[in-house]
């Protein structure tokens, strides 16, 4: 088999990132933007021992999970890896891969994963978008997407994923940069402008615009923003970022607000918390409320326990919680998060709350030597899971129950063995779908102790 092959392939499986898997002979076939049951004429893109990548040219026969995608850009676009397929095969797909991960790296029981509680809505669920604003090869402004595995942006003013504000003041917005190529980042001019960056508090329809760009002002700033107000009342924030470094990271440190409030608010189980463009908060706001309450439901307070809420960021999943506890230890690396946090409990309230700035593992050891036995603890880790350090020192602090919030089932896997290593059963994982389209998927699973007695 050699480059530029074209064979014809069944596709019999996904990979965790979605793409389609088949065999030819000894060889194992990804080929991104398949179904499963399709036939598929396969350009052959790279070989590699017993691995081989390939690129659909026609498909043959289709698979019945087959939609016609609505996106023109969905077959390029890095955001959306499940676009051609239905719905309810995505959501089948999403609990396959986390079946997979637990049986295959946590060795463990894959009929403990519950059914996938589905998005409430598929479409238009983002409450945040960063859109990167470019020079396309014959200098005209482009704004839009990353494509897959690059740093070249798919022009896309009109994302799926977003909610209608958020593309009529995208479009709004290409047209001025249309006309103003120049005022665009390049490395020749670190003055100019990068993203759009929008956020939206569903609750009360509030609307933050951030130009993140490398200087404060740029030219015809003032009737740019003048007209956005103008033309909504929904916008009640107006900032711009400053990065001007040759850099991946999207935000600069300092932001400067340049219209209303520096920070929207958003109401999320019943309490308020305000957003501001460095806050970390849910992107997929109705789905965040039905995977806290999957942690509720599996924390079981009744009044009297501690809870610790290690990787608390602004504190959201403890405070929700707070009210069915005694005490609630919050823990986040992150000092504006924990900053967010103490002004989020006190602004609903919350009297029982206290909050550390460190490091989870270090700050959990330290909690342990001091005597701490929290009753329940909640971790939501990053994609790269605990350390095990941390499982041990959660373990040596005995709780009742444990309540992990992951968005990586392969780190959560591995956690999980080492839960049940020691003192520790897994009694479910119930999947929930935060990101519908993309191939990622969040989980919440109940680690409870053994033994019944201190
Ligand atoms: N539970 C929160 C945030 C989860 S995101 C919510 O639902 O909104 C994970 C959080 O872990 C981020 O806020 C990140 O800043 C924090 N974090 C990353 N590494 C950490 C570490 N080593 N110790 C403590 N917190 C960490």
Known sequence: MNKNDIIELNITSLTSDG?????????????????????????????KKNIAYGRVESIVTPSSDRIE???????????????????????????????????????LDGSLVRDIVPSPRADGYRNKAMIPVGLNR???AVMGFYARHSHNIMPCI???????????????????IKERPGLIYTPAYRRGIRHLYLRYAESTGDVMVCVVAGAKRFEGDTELFDSLTEKYSAIKSIAVNINPDDTNVILGKKTYTVYGDDHITD??????????????????????????SIAADYADLSGSETLLDLYCGTGTIGLSMADKCRALIGVEIIPEAIDNARRNAAQNGIANARFICADATAAADRLRAEGI??????????????????????????????????????????????????????????PADMFPRTSHVENVALITRKLTSH
């Open 19 to 47: 793409d389609g898997v088949g065999r030819a002979g000894e060889t194992v076939f990804f080929v991104p933007n398949t179904a499963v049951g399709d036939t598929a004429l396969v350009r052959v893109l790279k070989v």
């Open 69 to 107: 995608p609505d996106c023109p850009v969905s077959l390029s676009c890095g955001g959306c890896v499940y676009r051609h397929i239905s719905y309810e095969a995505e959501l089948g797909a999403k609990r396959q891969k986390v079946i997979d991960a637990v049986t295959r790296i946590g060795k």
């Open 138 to 140: 014959a200098g005209e």
């Open 158 to 176: 009109d994302c799926r994923l977003s909610p209608d504000i958020f593309n009529r003041i995208t479009a709004d917005f290409y047209g001025f």
């Open 267 to 292: 109401t999320l189980c019943g309490l308020s918390f305000d957003i501001s463009p460095q806050s970390f908060y849910q992107v997929n706001r109705a789905q965040a409320e039905r995977l806290y």
């Open 373 to 430: 036995r929290p009753d329940v603890v909640v971790v939501d880790p990053p994609r790269k899971g605990l350390t095990p350090e941390l499982i041990d020192t959660i373990a040596g602090m005995n709780p009742d129950r444990v309540v992990y919030v992951s968005c990586d089932p392969a780190t959560l896997a591995r956690d999980l063995a080492i839960f049940t290593d020691k003192d520790y059963t897994l009694k479910e994982i119930t």
